[in-house]
Each structure stands twice: as C-alpha cells, then as structure tokens.
C-alpha cells in the first residue's frame, strides 16, 4: 500500500496550480520593433603586438610602452521582429581608449577610438517565461581612429598623426532579456565573439612613420560583454 505524507501531498498540489497557472497565462506579445542601449566592456586581441615590440619600432627603452587590451564604450541596437522567433538587428557601437599604456612619467598619449557598424539575423527563444534567451550573427565595418600627439618619452619625442583604418568584422553570440514590463526588459549580458580585421602593420607604420615591417598579426580574435536595457514597441 501506497502511503502520502501531507509534505507530499502539498507540493503536489503547489506544482499542479503552478502548471495549471502557466498555462493559463498568456503569451507575451511579440515586439515589433525593439530598442536595446548599454555600455561594453572590450577585451582586444593583440596578436604578436608587444610593449617591447612598439617601443624597439620607435627607439626608445623595451618598457617604454605597453599595449591596452580593456576597453569601455557603449553599443545600441534596433531590432525588427518578423516573427516571435526570427528578427533583424542593426548595432551601433563605440570604445574608447589608447591602444598604449606608458611608464610613469611618460606624456601626450594619443587617444583612441573604434566605431562599428554591423547587422544581421537574431533567433530569440520567447515563451510565457520573463526570460528571452537569444543568438546573433552580425557583420560590419570597425573604424578605428589614433588621434595625432607628441609623446614626451626621456629619449626623445615621438610624434603620431591622425591615422584611420577601416576593417571588416563578425561578431558571434547573444544574451538573455529578462521581462520588467510589457514594454521593458533588463539584458544583464550579452556576450559576442568578436572577429577584427585590423592590419596592425598598416595601421601603426602610417601613424608613427615606421619604416620596418612589425610582422604582427592582422586578424583579431576579441570578446565584447555588453549589459544594459530594452525598450519594445
């Protein structure tokens, strides 16, 4: 014989009302259109640029200069839903920063920027959940800018000038949206692998005058975390 202690007996019934409670819950309307804005953290690859590399380029002592990896920045996003699984996004985004850290003493760092532009397909995973699990696929152009300066290093000055170089890239990932309302919703990551393009060869011998090949990489292998909010429509 069969027996049920009333502990049992309880959590049966609690999860019968809460099925039964879903099921009687509708399902969310599908945005049309929808609106993502939030900040970026950056990790750049750097493939073979090194600190003692950039500083042997421009004749000055191997720990002149270091190479940044982390970035900040903002990312913003439209995205137009053809059906409750299937939509299109365009992404805006910039980061900020000199691609340089310097020893201490050290003056006139140029500044940095990249700027990007990319679009492509997102798949989302809507149910009656206040979670929305998605994908994307984006490809686009990076714009990235190194802004004229004279840097005081104890050798001698070294002058950059203004140089910008355009690249294709991918970006691969996606995120989860978490329901705050029916037209807001809170995205606390969205994760992308991140492929660049940036002849680094190219880019660092136009700024700095270089006359001798870096024989760096090309090819960039970065990541981009991103959070912030949804507004739908």
Not at 122 to 128: A, L, P
Not at 161 to 176: I, P, Q, R, S
Request: proline content about 6%; charged content about 15%.
């Amino acid at each position: 014989m069969v027996r049920f202690s009333l502990a049992t007996v309880v959590v049966a019934v609690f999860i019968c009302a809460a099925a039964l409670a879903q099921q009687a819950e509708p399902q969310p309307e599908t945005p049309k259109v929808q609106a993502f804005g939030g900040f970026v953290f950056f990790h750049a690859d750097t493939p073979g640029m090194r600190g003692p590399l950039i500083s042997y380029a421009l004749d000055q002592p191997p720990n002149t200069f270091g190479i940044r990896t982390f970035f900040q920045g903002w990312d913003a996003q439209a995205q137009y839903n053809v059906s409750r699984w299937i939509g299109f996004a365009v992404d805006g985004a910039g980061r900020y920063g000199s691609p340089f850290t310097v020893i201490d003493g050290i003056k006139g760092l140029p500044d940095g920027n990249t700027y990007s532009f990319l679009a492509g397909p997102v798949i989302s995973y809507r149910t009656k959940s206040i979670f929305t699990p998605f994908v994307h696929t984006l490809f686009g152009w990076d714009r990235t800018t190194l802004e004229g300066s004279t840097i005081e290093t104890p050798r001698f000055p070294v002058t950059s000038k203004a140089t910008t170089y355009y690249d294709f890239v991918v970006a691969l990932g996606g995120g989860v949206d978490v329901r705050v309302s029916r037209r807001i919703s809170i995205r606390p990551a969205q994760l992308d692998w991140y492929r660049s393009t940036l002849n680094q060869n190219s880019f660092y011998m136009q700024a700095f005058g270089l006359t001798q090949y870096l024989n760096v990489g090309t090819k960039e292998q970065n990541y981009r975390f991103a959070s912030g909010i949804v507004v739908k429509f």
